[in-house]
């Protein structure tokens, strides 16, 4: 056993940490202080609040599931670069594009429901 292996345990802890921050990164690049300063102060019940000035938390939550969707695109993206085969390629580069087109459709159409 090298000097360098990692343990199981080791590499738990660092997918666990590298989960989390992708999942804090995420919340502040949808937008999680904006849905807590200003959606509570419109004080609407609303999904979408009809502003692009405001959002609502559940606003923030569907913008880090589009954001984790386009993610999957551009994963799927790298692992056609590493595929061996050229059908394994093909399928992984078909799925990345379509995965990211889906989240840049999602995204723009709830930019476009705010108004």
């Known amino acids: ?9 080791t590499s738990k802890i ?10 804090v ?3 502040l690049a949808g937008g999680i202080f904006n849905a807590l300063i200003e959606g509570i102060a419109a004080g609407s019940q609303a999904f979408i609040l009809p502003t692009r000035s405001a959002q609502t938390l559940s606003e923030t939550i569907v913008f880090v599931f589009i954001l984790f969707i386009g993610m999957g695109g551009a994963l799927m993206l790298h692992r ?8 394994t390629q093909a399928i992984f580069l078909a799925s990345g594009f379509a995965l ?3 989240s840049f459709m999602l995204g723009l159409t709830l930019v476009n429901l705010k108004g």
Not at 1 to 9: E, G, I, N, T
Not at 14 to 23: D, E, H, Q, R
């Open 1 to 9: 056993m090298s000097k360098y292996s990692v343990s199981p345990r």
């Open 14 to 23: 660092v997918t666990i940490a590298a989960i989390v921050y992708l999942i």
């Open 25 to 27: 990164f995420f919340a």
């Open 80 to 87: 056609a670069g590493k595929a061996v085969g050229s059908k």
């Open 100 to 102: 990211i087109g889906i």
